[in-house]
């Protein structure tokens, strides 16, 4: 009794770390791209997802970590809700996680938080009926539920993306994200998780990325502006092929955004076509265009500016979001600060408590030889 007592134990313990993996797994990115692809019914991929753990594990482990994720996702699925963003229903996969996938993105970094803190909270909410029934039954699967639940979610309390965490402290500071790669690094090496590297990776390249786009904010702006001026100036000489010619060349050579670059380049290629025809039919003995020759080309350069505004406009919008999307009111980050801190306390706590409920627990005990 004792050896397969122990061999349960170690099998739950190594449970406990692959759920730990699986779960922080299921926030990379990648899983929606196979999300999409899997087309699977929340309660299909749910009896899946429990089939294989329990498996592996044992039904109570699976039925444990299937509720925690379920109620997880389900507080995110409420928020996306409440802030009107339209979501896809959650998937369970094997190995990796559950997710439920945004179709749109959040306006700015405080309803970012907002769907990200949820999850959490819902998972704190999901096993706290767990101190009750042990109390009542005095069976271990409870005290079980407390720790993974309490371990699941803190640590995708981490301060780095793109774990619920780092969405979070983005909108107190994205500062944060260095505290979040160290914690989960230093965490990494000690418990040789080797989930917790990738996505120290990811979370590195992701801030990197903000970096050089904050960094880079203020000359896009510049490129904004200049590049209104410049359409607008197009508009009035269109006439002038040379002109426009001219002016789209320097441009073109100037502008960092590949896509408006890709369209000048088009409308320069354009007019070097107009100028072509121009000069042969100069050759030909015809000086002057007609009449329908040049409404052609007019028709070509409104048809190539009306795409080129469109993408400006776009580009535009990329670069408002870039300066305001994680800019919050000091009330807002304090709000933040508290909730996010409160929440890590009541997990910290719920987890120590369910350890040593655990621990006393006289089976558990009989099987470390206490």
Do not use: C
Not at 274 to 302: A, C, F
């Amino acid at each position: 009794m004792s050896k397969t007592n122990v061999t349960g134990s170690k099998k739950t313990y190594l449970g406990i770390f692959a759920a730990i993996g699986a779960f922080l797994f299921g926030k990379l990115k990648f899983v929606l791209v196979i999300f999409k692809f899997l087309k699977l019914q929340t309660l299909v991929s749910m009896f899946i997802y429990l089939g294989t753990y329990a498996l592996f594990f044992g039904w109570k482990f699976a039925v444990a970590l299937v509720y925690l994720l379920f109620v997880h996702e389900m507080g995110h699925l409420y928020a996306a809700k409440r802030i009107k963003l339209p979501v896809s229903p959650a998937v369970f996969i094997p190995f990796v996680g559950a997710v439920i996938g945004l179709k749109e993105m959040p306006k700015n970094a405080k309803e970012e938080g907002f769907v990200a803190y949820m999850g959490p909270l819902f998972g704190l909410l999901s096993f706290l009926p767990g101190i009750p029934l042990y109390y009542f039954t005095h069976e271990p699967f409870w005290a079980l539920l407390i720790i993974l639940g309490g371990m699941l979610n803190l640590f995708n309390l981490i301060p780095i993306t793109p774990l619920d965490g780092g969405r979070i402290a983005a909108g107190i500071s994205t500062k944060l994200w260095g505290l979040g790669i160290i914690i989960l690094l230093v965490f990494s090496i000690m418990k040789h998780i080797f989930i917790g590297f990738i996505i120290v990776i990811l979370g590195g390249i992701e801030w990197y990325k903000l970096f050089k786009k904050q960094k880079g904010l203020h000359h896009e702006k510049m490129e904004v502006q200049e590049l209104e001026h410049l359409i607008v100036k197009i508009k009035q000489g269109s006439n002038d092929l040379d002109f426009v010619q001219e002016i789209t060349g320097k441009a073109k050579q100037k502008v960092s955004n590949q896509e408006i670059t890709k369209i000048l380049y088009t409308l320069n290629t354009e007019i070097e076509k107009m100028k072509k025809d121009r000069y042969l039919q100069q050759l030909s003995g015809v000086p002057v265009l007609n009449e329908d020759d040049l409404h052609h080309n007019q028709q070509v350069i409104e048809n190539i500016l009306i795409i080129l505004e469109e993408k400006l406009l776009d580009y535009k919008k990329q670069v408002q979001i870039t300066e305001s999307y994680y800019k919050t009111s000091k009330t807002t980050k304090m709000q933040l600060f508290l909730i996010y801190i409160g929440l890590i306390i009541a997990l910290s706590i719920s987890y120590y408590y369910g350890n040593e409920i655990l621990m006393n627990h006289p089976e558990i005990q009989e099987v470390m030889g206490k």
